[in-house]
């Protein structure tokens, strides 16, 4: 069995990213390996939740940095695990690219996304998770809601 010594969670904050960030704690326990937590914001969200619109007042991309950097703030402390480290990206390009070229030049040795269970057009179209496995150069681990 490889032996994981980076792991890369991939979160979009949604109600399955919980469960799938205790999965990605457990295996990292389980193998002493360093933790990133790592969230995408694309440039234009489509399905960016009301709340996360930015205020007419604010630039868009600061304020869903600024947000991102809290809520994985928020999760990393809920996780209760010492070797964690937080990263957020601001791109023009699909969460599945940035989420594999981040474990590419990192050396990540695992990618741990969830699945959300799309139906219809986005089904067609395909998930960021099933994307991130096609692409990536390491091992993946698709975590499936409860």
Same mark, same amino acid.
């Given at each position: 069995?490889? #032996? ?9 904050? #949604? %109600? ?11 295996? *990292? ?7 990133? &937590? =790592? ?22 991309? #600061?304020? =869903?940095?600024?947000?991102? %950097?809290? *809520?994985?703030?928020? =999760?990393?402390?809920?996780? %209760? ?8 990206? =601001? ?16 050396? @990540? ?14 089904? @067609?179209?395909?998930?960021? *998770?099933?994307? @991130? ?9 698709? &975590?499936?809601?409860?």
């Amino acid at each position: 069995m490889t #032996s994981y010594k980076y792991i890369l969670l991939a979160t979009d904050f #949604s %109600k399955p990213a919980k469960a799938t960030a205790n999965r990605a704690v457990e295996i *990292a326990t389980c193998f002493n390996a360093r933790l990133c &937590v =790592l969230h995408i914001v694309e440039h234009f969200p489509e399905d960016a939740p009301n709340d996360w619109i930015a205020p007419e007042d604010h630039d868009p991309a #600061s304020y =869903l940095t600024e947000r991102s %950097k809290k *809520a994985l703030e928020q =999760l990393g402390s809920q996780l %209760k695990y010492d070797n964690i480290e937080t990263h957020v990206i =601001l791109s023009e390009h699909s969460a599945a690219h940035e989420i594999t070229q981040y474990a590419k030049q990192n050396k @990540v040795d695992l990618i741990v996304t969830g699945y959300h269970g799309h139906h219809g057009i986005a089904k @067609v179209l395909g998930s960021t *998770a099933s994307a @991130v496995m096609h692409r990536a150069e390491c091992d993946t681990l698709t &975590v499936r809601p409860d």
